[in-house]
Nanobody, 118 residues
Framework: QVQVAESGGGLVQPGGSLRLSCTAS????????MSWYRQAPGKQRELVAG???????DYAESVKGRFTISRENAKNMVYLQMNSLKPEDTAVYYC????????????WGQGTQVTVSS
């Protein structure tokens, strides 16, 4: 079982920045695809950004140009740098570790709250 844990959420004013961090407890971190999702009250969980084991990156249209995902395999870490934050970015942000080999494995963190408000 892989343990995933997020940190770095908080309250920020519109236009501000936050950096979320995520760690996964596996010696095979380098082969996991890592993603950030978010879920706002009353809405479905949505993909925000993903970075594959080979470094491929994808973003939701709503965050392109504002958010940057990166990973540091030596530390089992993935980051989400969020700039120019908007009130509509308010949500619980979840980190996901995904691996497809003989079967599909998905591991989730508990989530970290991001609130963008003046």
């Amino acid at each position: 079982q892989v343990q995933v844990a997020e940190s770095g959420g908080g309250l920020v004013q519109p236009g501000g920045s936050l950096r979320l961090s995520c760690t996964a407890s596996t010696t095979m971190f380098v082969i996991y695809d890592m993603s950030w999702y978010r879920q706002a009250p009353g809405k479905q969980r949505e993909l925000v950004a993903g970075i594959s084991s080979t470094g491929g990156i994808d973003y939701a249209e709503s965050v392109k140009g504002r958010f940057t995902i990166s990973r540091e395999n030596a530390k089992n870490m993935v980051y989400l740098q969020m700039n120019s934050l908007k009130p509509e970015d308010t949500a619980v942000y979840y980190c996901n570790a995904h691996l497809t080999l003989l079967d599909v494995k998905d591991y989730w963190g508990q989530g970290t709250q991001v609130t963008v408000s003046s």
